[in-house]
């Protein structure tokens, strides 16, 4: 641990906010149907989309309607993924000869592409063919990602909007946001990573020579244009199964700075877009502050864990005790620290295995950062929009406190709006407080688990969390490809990726029906640092509402305890 670690972290995280900020502005125009210089070239497209579909896109819909569209089309996308990988087998473009996905892990896979978690229950390589990773899941990368962006610019219209119905038009918001900003994004950094190395091509492995002159077929695949949306999309779920901890998807020290920087870019994007469709400039920045102070804590504590001697290294006589397990040279442990908390504080798993070497206080930070409600800054859109629910929390609780009016961006706030919000922000804990009690206690339910003790009970937690929260990260000790699992997390992702959606929704529903008012004495600041504490604490809490009770089932921990002494004996 050095000065020069810090400031790689330092470099990693403030590079994704500031090319947040330029994105960000871009996405606003995209949102608003402002001119852009993609016109000339994109107009005529995005036209043609609307024709073929019977689309009008200034048609604006309220909020059951827009829930309905986007509802809708994540189920259509969910059938068309679920029957690709049952029939890959007979598809081109397979010339490993992979066969068709078993009934259990299609499910899984396409619910977890579908809602943007990318939990992968499977390894690529051994698994999936080249249509099926190129049709199949990076189709559901571009518009999973893109179906959180639209919940963020419906928010921001429902802010804007006085005493009106409607808040958007999903179709729209999908196809621009696909089109404008993801699809162009991606292109250029495929061909920059295809220039730095990433493996790009269409055979089904290699042959290559070992060390000791032995011959050996190692998988490859187009790997960097999927790559690309995978890590702008803050999706995860890659070509190789330990996804960029894989040289052929990571080979260079300049790769892997790009790559996390790409991770949370338009997460942060996502915030200025809407601070600036919103016409909340001065309150967005509050919010990011709040963002980055606490992504920029969890990354501190999570480099400062994995520098302490491991007490296993200290008890062998080891010379220097660092556990450097999972943490290679183009990582180290700054990198493996911005990595984790990137990868935990957006909605993306893109370094599955690594989590699993974190020593205790460094996997419950990673832990404890997607229980915060994947808000840092999140998935595109999902992230800034579950933010403002914090914010919406924030200004209620304060405002009544202090006599103040619970008021935020001109609109009141309501016993309506924070039933909502509760219905938003409860259904992680609930989901995985509630899931991993009922695979302790389900016959089989453990035996995916290869630690029977305390780190066990980190894998389970973890999954559910990591599922519940459409992370996709998870600890590399737990084999999932069973019914059991790819049921139980697929129902998880499932839950905390749609509940929450369409109660942001019908806040926003609530909230554009609602005259604009301009700001009084008795409204509470919400733009300055007065107002960064409160959200803060807010937001801790949260979190530890759900982190403290899962580290005290005192029921499954004893069970983890009786498993460890009969492993033992």
């Keep these: 641990m050095n000065w020069q670690g810090w400031a790689e972290i330092a470099l990693t995280l403030g590079l994704a906010l500031g090319l947040g900020w330029p994105l960000g502005i871009f996405m606003s125009r995209v949102w608003n149907k402002e001119s852009t210089w993609l016109d000339p070239v994109l107009k005529p497209v995005e036209r043609g989309f609307y024709a073929l579909a019977g689309i009008d896109p200034n048609k604006s819909q309220g909020w059951l309607g827009y829930g309905s569209s986007l509802i809708g089309f994540n189920l259509f996308g969910f059938v068309l993924l679920y029957a690709l990988l049952r029939l890959q087998g007979i598809l081109p473009f397979n010339p490993q000869g992979f066969a068709g996905v078993s009934p259990d892990l299609a499910f899984n896979t396409a619910v977890s592409f579908v809602t943007n978690t990318n939990w992968q229950s499977y390894g690529g390589e051994t698994t999936m063919s080249h249509f099926t990773q190129m049709v199949g899941l990076t189709t559901q990368n571009f518009v999973s990602a893109a179906t959180g962006a639209t919940i963020a610019a419906a928010l921001a219209r429902a802010f804007v909007g006085n005493r009106e119905s409607g808040i958007g038009n999903f179709w729209a918001d999908l196809v621009r946001t696909t089109l404008y900003v993801l699809l162009p994004l991606a292109i ?17 492995s290699v042959s290559v020579s070992t060390l000791d002159g032995a011959s050996q077929s190692v998988s490859v695949a187009p790997t960097a244009s999927q790559l690309a949306i995978k890590q702008l999309g803050i999706n995860g779920g890659g070509i190789f199964n330990v996804n960029s901890a894989h040289p052929f998807e990571n080979p260079s020290p300049l790769t892997n700075l790009i790559t996390a920087i790409a991770i949370n870019t338009l997460g942060w994007a996502a915030f200025f877009a809407f601070g600036r469709s919103a016409f909340a400039r001065k309150e967005i920045r509050a919010l990011a502050i709040a963002g980055i102070l606490i992504l920029g804590a969890g990354a501190g504590v999570i480099y400062v864990a994995e520098a302490q001697p491991a007490p296993a290294l200290v008890a062998a ?56 409600g994947e808000i840092l800054p999140g998935g595109i859109g999902s992230g800034i929009a579950i933010m403002v629910v914090m914010a919406l929390l924030s200004v209620f609780v304060a405002g009544l406190m202090v006599g103040r009016t619970p008021e935020y961006l001109g609109k009141k706030i309501e016993a309506r709006e924070i039933q909502f919000a509760m219905v938003a922000l409860l259904v992680v804990p609930l989901s995985t407080l509630g899931l991993s009690a009922l695979t302790v206690v389900w016959p089989g339910g453990l035996a995916s688990l290869f630690n029977p003790g305390a780190h066990g009970l980190s894998e389970l937690l973890y999954a559910f969390t990591s599922a519940t929260a459409n992370n996709g990260s998870a600890f590399g000790g737990i084999s999932a490809n069973v019914p059991w699992w790819n049921t139980t997390l697929g129902l998880a992702m499932l839950l905390g990726r749609f509940i929450p959606i369409i109660a942001v929704l019908a806040i926003a529903g609530s909230m554009v029906t609602k005259p604009k ?20 604490g807010v937001i801790i809490i949260l979190g530890a509402l759900q982190y403290f009770p899962a580290l005290a089932l005192g029921p499954i921990v004893e069970h983890f305890q009786v498993l460890e002494a009969v492993a033992a004996n």
């Excluded at 250029?188 to 089904?204: E, H, R, T």
């Excluded at 008012?517 to 803060?536: C, E």
């Design 517 to 536: 008012l301009a700001p009084s004495t008795g409204t509470l600041p919400t733009t300055g640092a007065l107002f960064v504490g409160p959200l803060v």
């Design 188 to 204: 250029v950094l495929a061909v920059a990573l295809i220039g730095l190395g990433v493996v790009q091509n269409f055979a089904a």
């Design 317 to 372: 006589g080891i010379e220097n005790p660092i556990n450097m397990e999972g943490k290679e040279t183009r990582f180290g442990l700054a990198g493996t620290a911005a990595w984790a908390a990137q990868t935990t504080g957006a909605s993306n798993g893109s370094v599955n295995s690594m989590h699993d070497s974190l020593m205790p206080l460094g996997g419950g930070m990673a832990m404890l950062l997607m229980m915060l």
